[in-house]
């Protein structure tokens, strides 16, 4: 059984060390195992752990959320609903983040051809252009 520092994890998951003490000290990362001296050793299950932390963390989670859903997880069949609604929930903020992304997309985009036929017209001695032929207007990357 592969086992790894917390130094050796911490890089795995590009975190700091104290981040691995906090995931533990909040009970997210559960029954890791020290060394005579003290040292922290991870094994594959915290590793598994960890990848989904990850994913929770950067699909918005908090904390709370996702010990709320290892806890959850540990009775799934008692949990179940609960387990669905937190998803839910989750995808359904995670949709609406993407969309308000794709908005603020195509506003720099228009942004971007705008100032850029600014710069264009200004070098050709050309009128400036008016923003208001690029507010609704559509621009691919």
């Given at each position: 059984?592969?086992?790894y520092?917390?130094?050796?994890?911490?890089?795995?998951?590009?975190?700091?060390?104290?981040?691995?003490?906090?995931?533990?000290?909040?009970?997210?990362?559960?029954?890791?195992?020290?060394?005579?001296?003290?040292?922290?050793?991870?094994?594959?299950?915290?590793?598994?752990?960890?990848?989904?932390?990850?994913?929770?963390?950067?699909a918005?989670?908090?904390?709370?959320?996702?010990?709320?859903?290892?806890?959850?997880?540990?009775?799934?069949?008692?949990?179940?609903?609960?387990?669905?609604?937190?998803?839910?929930s989750?995808?359904a903020?995670?949709?609406?983040?993407?969309?308000?992304?794709?908005?603020?997309?195509?506003?720099?985009?228009?942004?971007?051809?705008?100032?850029?036929?600014?710069?264009?017209?200004?070098?050709?001695?050309?009128?400036?252009?008016?923003?208001?032929?690029?507010?609704?207007?559509?621009?691919?990357?």
């Open positions: 059984m592969a086992e520092t917390i130094r050796e994890v911490a890089g795995k998951f590009h975190m700091q060390p104290s981040t691995l003490r906090y995931y533990e000290d909040t009970g997210l990362l559960t029954n890791v195992p020290r060394t005579e001296t003290g040292q922290r050793v991870y094994q594959e299950c915290h590793i598994n752990r960890l990848r989904s932390i990850c994913c929770f963390k950067h918005g989670m908090s904390i709370d959320e996702i010990r709320t859903f290892f806890s959850y997880e540990s009775d799934e069949e008692g949990h179940i609903d609960e387990i669905m609604d937190l998803l839910e989750r995808r903020a995670i949709v609406e983040q993407e969309r308000l992304l794709a908005e603020a997309h195509a506003h720099i985009l228009r942004k971007l051809h705008f100032y850029g036929d600014i710069r264009s017209a200004a070098a050709a001695g050309h009128p400036r252009p008016d923003w208001a032929d690029y507010r609704n207007a559509i621009f691919e990357d």
